[in-house]
């Protein structure tokens, strides 16, 4: 069963940087993304990647601030966020699928498109 662990969520005031990961057990990843939820809110897509060749998707609210990457040798995906904003706010997710997914599929921004999850980690902004 793969299993994603995430870290790096937190508090911070607007303006700062926060650096998620989500570590990967058992098999390499065909493609991950990073969605996240707003209390009261749908889960929504952020960012996509994928692991062959590094290929990468941005909802466009984060675009400019946030990157997405991955280590191979590590099964560690990251994600950058810089200048936050109190709508940046949410509960982030990691997920994973064996299957990989041009940026420029509809599938990366399905959660239904994804087989594993991580348990989520809070991101809170603020001052």
């Known amino acids: 069963q793969v299993q994603l662990v995430e870290s790096g969520g937190g508090w911070v005031q607007p303006g700062a940087s926060l650096r998620l990961s989500c570590a990967i057990s058992?098999?390499?990843?065909?493609?991950t993304g990073w969605f996240r939820q707003a209390p009261g809110k749908e889960r929504e897509f952020v960012s996509s990647?994928?692991?062959?060749?590094?290929?990468?998707r941005y909802a466009d609210s984060v675009k400019g601030r946030f990157s997405i990457s991955r280590d191979r040798a590590k099964k560690t995906t990251y994600l950058q966020m810089n200048s936050l904003a109190p709508e940046d706010t949410a509960v982030y997710y990691c997920?994973?699928?064996?299957?990989?997914?041009?940026?420029?599929?509809?599938?990366?921004?399905?959660?239904?498109?994804?087989?594993?999850w991580g348990q989520g980690t809070q991101v809170t902004v603020s001052a």
């Open positions: 990647i994928r692991w062959m060749d590094g290929n990468t």
């Open positions: 058992e098999r390499t990843p065909g493609t």
């Open positions: 997920a994973a699928t064996l299957r990989t997914y041009n940026s420029a599929s509809p599938y990366v921004r399905d959660p239904l498109k994804y087989d594993n």
